[in-house]
Every structure is written in C-alpha cells, then in structure tokens.
C-alpha cells in the first residue's frame, strides 16, 4: 500500500506561485507513474500533469501547459508542481496520484488526502 501526503498548499493572490511537493512512504517509488489532479467545488477531478517513472516524460493539460512544472525526485519518494501564474480558475484541491495511467483519475490506484489551493482574484 503507497501512502501519498500533498503540502504546499495555501491562499494567493493572482500571478503568484506555489510548490506542491508529494511524499511517498513506499520505497519503490520510482515504478510509479505520477499525476497531479485537481478538483474544484461542483466539478468533476480534472488532469493537471503526469509524469513517467524516471521523469523523461511529461504532459500537462493546455489549461496549465507553460505555466506548471512537474519533476520528480525518485531518491527523495517525492513529486513536485511548481505552479506560476496563478489564476482564479486553479483555485481547488490538488490531489497527486500514482499508477499506470495517464490523464483519467480511475487509471491510477493510490492518491493522496489532496491540498488546498486557493487562488484570489
């Protein structure tokens, strides 16, 4: 069983930036693919990055792509979001998440509590 812990978290204001980082109790950390999700009030848990087991790989969605960053830190168990930019509409919880998958939440099968990320206008 991985156990996933989110931080950084908090409230900003627009054009700031945040550091999420996610910390994986389970050593073999690196076989695992990595996704930030997000989850506003009333919506659906959306696609934020993913990112492949030795980080070679990246993909973002185009509401992110150019002002996030994921990496990782495979002897650290830890994945990163470095969020630029910030905007009113990335205001929800930031859950990261590890499995085989890609951009669907259900292809993932260990997720973290979630951080909250609130963004003013």
């Known amino acids: 069983q991985v156990q996933l812990v989110e931080s950084g978290g908090g409230l900003v204001e627009t054009g700031a930036s945040l550091r999420l980082s996610c910390a994986a109790s389970?050593?073999?950390?690196?076989?695992?693919?990595m996704g930030w999700f997000r989850q506003a009030p009333g919506k659906e848990r959306e696609f934020v990055a993913r990112?492949?087991?030795?980080?070679?790989?990246?993909y973002y969605a185009d509401s992110v792509r150019g002002r996030f960053t994921i990496s990782r830190d495979n002897a650290k168990n830890t994945v990163y979001l470095e969020m630029n930019k910030l905007k009113p509409e990335d205001t929800a919880v930031y859950y990261c998440?590890?499995?085989?998958?890609?951009?669907?939440?259900?292809?993932?099968?260990?997720w973290g509590q979630g951080t909250q990320v609130t963004v003013s206008s």
């Open positions: 990112i492949s087991r030795s980080g070679a790989i990246i």
């Open positions: 998440a590890a499995g085989e998958g890609w951009c669907i939440p259900t292809e993932y099968d260990y």
């Open positions: 389970e050593r073999t950390f690196s076989r695992f693919i």
